[in-house]
Every structure is written in C-alpha cells, then in structure tokens.
C-alpha cells in the first residue's frame, strides 16, 4: 500500500497533472487542426478579423479598425470575421456586443462570418471566447504535458510584494526567472495542493530572455527588433478563461487568421505572442499594428479618451447624423495618406473603389481632424442629389430628430425643393456637414418655425428709417415678377432700389454716399430678413421661388405690420 502511493507520486509527471486539470480534454492540437482546416482560398486572399471586447460603445478607434480590416478582405476577396472577446468578466457591459454589432451594420460593416449579435456563422466558432473554453483546454493542456505550462497559486499579495521588491531593486517588473514563485513546483506538489482545493492561475513556461532580441515583421511598420520574452504570463484566469495572449493565439490560428490587424498598444506584447505561437506549433500570422487615434490636449497629445471626448463615440457621430459615407471617408484618409488626392482625382468618396495599402499607413498616433471630417461630411452631403438627401434626412431625423421629422415626413416635393437649392454644378453650396444643422438652417421655411423666429422681432438695421424699409417691401411685394431667372430678377431689385434712392451697387454708392440712403445690397437684405427673419439665408432668389407669392405676400404684410 505505502509502496503503491510512492509510486503513485513519483511517477505524477506533468502529463497526469494535466490529465487531472483537464479529464474533459480528449482531443489533441491535431484534431483541432483537422477540425479547422486552413481556408480554401486564393493565395493572396487575406482573412482579417475585428476582436472587439463587448465592454462599451463602439470607439471611433474601433470603427477606424474594423473599417481597415474589411477593407483588406474586401480588396483581396478574403474573409473578414467578428470574434467576440468576452474573457473579461468584470468589465463586460450587458448587451454591448449586441450593440456593437449593430453600430457596425450602420456604417456598412458587416462580417462574412462569425459573431453577429444574435446570432453567428461560419465553419470556424464559436466566435465568443467564452464559448470556447474547451479549446483553450485542448491547447494548455498540450502545453502542460510538455512541461510549458504550469499551475501558479501566489495570492495577489505575493505578486504584489514581487512587484515591491522589483520596484525598489529596479528590475524588469514581472513573474519570470527567480521571482516566478510556483515556476519550480514539482507537478506532484501542485498536483496535492489542487487536491486540497488550492485557488490557482496557469501559466506559460517562457524559454526566453530579455536580453536577447526578436525580430518580427509589421507590415505598416517593417521590422520590429524587440526584447524577447521572458515572462511567465497567465494563460488561463483563475476562473478558466484564457487571457488575452493566450485567447489570440488559440483563436486567430484555428480562426486561420492570415493578417492580425490591431492597435499599436500591442506592440509590447508581440513578444509573448511569438513565443506562445512557437510553443504551440502554429505558424505566426502577418501583424499590423495600426496608429490609434489621439486628440491634442493643451498641447500635450493623448489617445482618444471614452471618458473626455464625445468623439471617442461612433454613436456621437450617428446622433450628430454624420453621413456614415463622410466618417468612412475621413477615417480611410487617416489610413491612407493618398486617399484625399484620390477622391479628388476621381470624384469620389467610395472607400471600396479605393486600393487601400499597408504601407501608405501612418506609423505614429494620428490626431483626430474634425475639420477634415467637415470637409469630408460637406463634398458628400453635396454630391449627394437633393431626393438623396431627403430620403437620408429622413431616416435620420425619424430616429433622432423628431422636430425635423414631423417638418418633412409628409412633405417631400417641397423640402427636396429647398434641400436642392444651390445644389450641383461647380459652384455647388456645401452648407451642410450633418444632419443635425438643417433644421436650424431650413427651419424658415416652414410657417410655425418662422413665426417663432420673429415672435421677438425682426434683425432689421437700425440706422434705416423705417419708413423706407417699408416703402421698399410694400414694392417689393407689388411688383416682383416670380417668373425671372436669378439674374434678370436681381436686376428687378436694383431698380426697385432705384426708386426707393439706392445705388445699384456697393461700388456706384461709395462713389457718392450722398445722393443715396444705401446700396442694392441693403434693399436685398430688407426683403430677405422680412422673408427668413434673418441677415443670412440660403440663395434670395431660391427663397422667394419656392415660398411662392401667396407666403412671401404674408411674411411682407407680418412685417410691415411689424414696422408699424
Ligand atoms: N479585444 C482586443 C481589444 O479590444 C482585441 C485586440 C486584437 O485585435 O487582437 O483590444
């Protein structure tokens, strides 16, 4: 009996330990190989994926990624999935997944396969890392067997203290070499404290050094020459599921990911990543580890902060009512420095007809412009045909912009008139950048918008007696001819001015300020505030055609009424 327990204990290796830790494990790495076959396709067919973690809204740094990774799936005919990485618990936001999901449909986003929300496709899930416990099992346990993994029972307090003694010593922070407490447990004795219910993490066993360096490839940035690893990292939390590391080897391998496309934040870890690939066999996917976003702060940059910046939310964008074409655009010129002089040269703002490349990313964090969104927002929104723009104003404002919405649902010969105005041609008017600033804009030209406008009076000059202001409407109104093009009508306001003692133009009245109470301007400006309640309107002309006679009879008689 007593020689049977001996044996018992010095023959527990490292493989009954993990056959203690994982009896639900009765695969190997190889029947997870030919469960998940590499892709069938073309060579240069690149698979890319979007990982995000399921703890917020979707960050414009996000979007920024997932548009790049799409993209270059798009461009090679590859496949771009969504995982979802829920690994963290304690952070994870109910129904954020879902949400992020739906944030990405709206942009035109959407994966070929994997997580969808509520549901997922595809040949190579389960797409939530918290689904996929039994494979991380498989691959650790591998690791376990082969001496590359082992069970770690130090408390928070020990791993605080290690920190402390480092700190004071200044070496490199961390669990490796003689501060990684369990490293040389012999398997029997982890094997006896797990019997004894002993609360543990597992983690890798590093063969590295961090005095040695390792070179890895980025495709944005060329060659890395970093520190090799040495850290014994957690591969498996104590609630057994893996940590990031360890989730993206597992997953972006059998996942047959060929480009991981991620933040730059990662470029630390890449180390950890290329030992955990080698230990398991698998062969490296391409990196790019892409700039992030950042903002500049009293002259200090820093990244985009969820907390801070409003922009730091995609949704922040969508309630604005940003044209989803417009975000595209601006965050495919961050990508790729020659995307601006391309939709110049070409006319347009398509990001799928673009070729977008690696190698014409920017290295460094890359402040966010929110002129150059305007400027995206404004050539799209004008290229846009006036029932174009309805119909997106209309989607909009029903989700988000109720008093604008009831304005135009049910009235869309007349707000296409108006969203036309100026619209086209060369000299096309680019007042709009987002959706949320038309009613504000456009607002005069409906009835009860326009009395609240001139419920406190009108904006009329001051220095002008108001006798002659009203003289001018009361002629206006007599004699404007509604079936003159723009330049014969403005020729019919000069000589309106004309009889009222207005020069025809600014030059002819500074000439002899005299001899005149003002310039055609400034009759122009008299009907236009009596017509919109304000000094600046779009085109007069386009304003007085589509209010038509019977409205711009009314507004003029308000505002004589108004003059007293
Ligand atoms: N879940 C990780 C993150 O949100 C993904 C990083 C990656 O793409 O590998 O940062």
Redesign the pocket.
């Known amino acids: 009996m007593f020689q049977d327990k001996y044996l018992e204990l010095i023959m527990t290796t490292f493989k009954e330990l993990a056959d203690y830790i994982f009896p639900d494990v009765k695969e190997t790495i190889e029947d997870l190989e030919k469960k998940f076959p590499k892709r069938n396709l073309p060579r240069e067919a690149e698979v890319t994926r979007f990982?995000?973690?399921p703890t917020g809204f979707l960050h414009l740094g996000s979007l920024f990624m997932s548009l790049v990774a799409s993209k270059v799936a798009y461009d090679t005919k590859g496949v771009f999935y969504i995982r979802l990485?829920d690994t963290d618990t304690k952070r994870e936001i109910e129904g954020s997944g879902e949400e992020l999901i739906t944030q990405l449909e709206h942009f035109g986003i959407v994966p070929n396969e994997g997580y969808l929300g509520s549901k997922e496709i595809g040949n190579y899930g389960p797409y939530v890392q918290s689904k996929r416990a039994y494979f991380y099992r498989v691959c650790i346990k591998y690791l376990m067997e082969k001496g590359r993994a082992y069970p770690c029972f130090c408390s928070h307090e020990q791993i605080e203290e290690i920190r402390h003694v480092q700190e004071a010593m200044k070496v490199i922070p961390g669990y490796y070499g003689e501060y990684a407490l369990c490293r040389n447990i012999t398997p029997e004795d982890a094997l006896a404290r797990i019997k004894a219910g002993e609360k543990y993490v597992i983690r890798f066993r590093s063969e590295g050094n961090f005095d040695n360096k390792v070179i890895f490839h980025d495709l944005i940035r060329g060659d890395i020459s970093i520190a090799e690893n040495a850290l014994d990292v957690v591969i498996m939390k104590s609630d057994g599921l893996p940590t990031?590391h360890f989730a993206?080897a597992v997953d972006d391998h059998f996942m047959r990911t060929t480009t991981?496309?991620?933040?730059e934040e990662?470029i630390a870890s890449a180390p950890i990543h290329l030992e955990l690939f080698n230990a398991l066999g698998f062969e490296l996917p391409r990196y790019a580890h892409a700039p992030v976003i950042m903002k500049l702060d009293n002259g200090n940059r820093r990244k985009l902060s969820k907390r801070k910046d409003p922009e730091a939310s995609v949704q922040h964008f969508i309630e604005e009512g940003f044209p989803k074409e417009s975000l595209k655009a601006y965050l495919m010129s961050i990508a790729n420095s020659n995307f601006e002089e391309w939709t110049m040269e070409n006319h347009c703002f398509d990001i799928d007809k673009f070729k977008f490349s690696f190698d014409k990313m920017s290295l460094d964090g890359v402040l966010f412009d929110q002129d150059k969104l305007n400027y995206f927002s404004k050539e799209i929104i004008a290229s846009w045909s006036a029932e174009e723009f309805y119909e997106k104003l209309l989607a909009w404002s029903k989700e988000y912009d109720e008093v604008l919405y009831n304005h135009i649902k049910d009235d869309k010969e007349y707000v296409t008139k108006i969203l036309n105005i100026e619209r086209g041609g060369e000299k096309a008017r680019k007042d709009f950048t987002y959706f949320k600033e038309v009613y504000p804009i456009i607002g005069f030209f409906f009835e009860d918008r326009f009395l609240e406008i001139v419920k406190d009076g009108y904006p009329f000059n001051e220095a002008m007696p108001k006798d002659v202001i009203k003289a001018v409407l009361e002629d206006f109104a007599k004699n404007n001819d509604y079936s003159l093009p723009n330049d014969l009508w403005f020729n019919t306001v000069k000589e309106l001015g004309a009889r009222h003692n207005f020069a025809e133009s600014n030059k002819v009245y500074k000439q002899n300020k005299d001899a005149y109470l003002g310039h055609v301007g400034d009759v122009a400006e008299m009907i236009r505030i009596a017509l919109v309640g304000a000094k600046n309107s779009p085109n007069l002309h386009s304003v007085i055609q589509i209010l038509g006679k019977e409205e711009v009879d009314r507004r003029i008689k308000l505002a004589i009424d108004y003059l007293g």
């Open positions: 990982a995000p973690s990485e990031y993206h991981v496309l991620r933040g990662w």
